[in-house]
């Protein structure tokens, strides 16, 4: 029986149209049985001979793994990165590669907003106090009158911006892409660096800039500065960053990736450091379009090709 796996680490089965079809054709659709991301082994096992189709989170994806699909004829991930997806291993096994771009947008802009505003006034700070049984107010700062520097002006970036117009900040941008916005100023990074309250990351993860903001950047921040990393972990040294925020020379950090996840470093034990869990994308109508636009990419290439 041929299988399209689903990988991600949840997937509500309603958002998958073509489901009762597929059955009728023969053709299983299968959950991650985790819950979590898949390692590079439990993919590898998942790609099996009959796997003809693949709903992607950020399991590895790899030329190893690619490499031992025989059967394997598109993979739809649901979100924007690609990264974990290797994409000329893919092209040489004739397997077509999407993602979904446009609905994630909206949520990981305001999830980047959220913990902009959680780290300024301490808000996860004080509930772990009030938990704890101390019942003590802790002065924070205002957003209004701030710069902040956004790196990657692309569709997150761009909503970003527009979200934070109306608590009057000063948002300056550096892409060296997309440099043409009217709405803000284009920078270098060390100026953006150099000159932002916060900073917040919102590019794709490469080779090329791995470690993008390291400790040589981190330096360079404002004093007191805060990093938002909603994008990528590869993207921050979080060995320096760890260094950064003991020293007191930069003020906080809002993360919602690691290099290697789940998370369990000593960035966890910093009280100026407030975490999620990859989550960018996990607000139930967000989600729920991500689910439906990768699953009928998937199907409608799968049925192009002659595969039902």
Known sequence: MRHIMINTSSFDLDNFPDLTNLKMMGIAV????????????????????????????????????????????????????????DLEAARTHGIAVFNTPEPPAQAVAELTVGHILGILRHISRVDRAIRAGEWKGKFGQLLAGKTVGIVGYGRIGRKVSELLAPFGVNVIAHDPVANDASAVRFVDLPTLLSTSD?????????????????????????????????????????????????????????????????YSGLLKDLDNVVMTAHMGTYATETRGQMEREAATQLVEHLRKIGEF
Not at 54 to 77: D, F, M, Q, T, W
Not at 216 to 223: G, Q, T, V
Not at 229 to 247: F, M, P, Q, T
Not at 249 to 256: E, S
């Open 30 to 85: 299968e959950l991650n049985p985790y819950g979590r991301k898949l390692t590079e082994e439990e993919t590898l096992h998942r790609v099996g001979d009959d796997v003809i189709g693949l709903i992607a989170g950020l399991e590895p994806l790899n030329a190893r793994v690619l490499g031992s699909a025989k059967h394997l004829k598109a993979i739809a991930r649901v979100g924007i990165g690609l990264d974990t997806v």
């Open 198 to 262: 916060i900073v917040t990351l919102h590019v794709p993860y490469t080779t090329e800039n791995h470690h993008l903001i390291g400790a040589r950047e981190l330096a360079s921040m404002k004093p007191g500065a805060l990093l938002v990393n909603i994008a990528r972990g590869g993207l921050v040294d979080e060995v320096a960053l760890l260094a950064s925020l003991e020293s007191n020379r930069l003020g906080g950090a809002a993360l919602d990736c690691f290099e290697v996840e789940p």
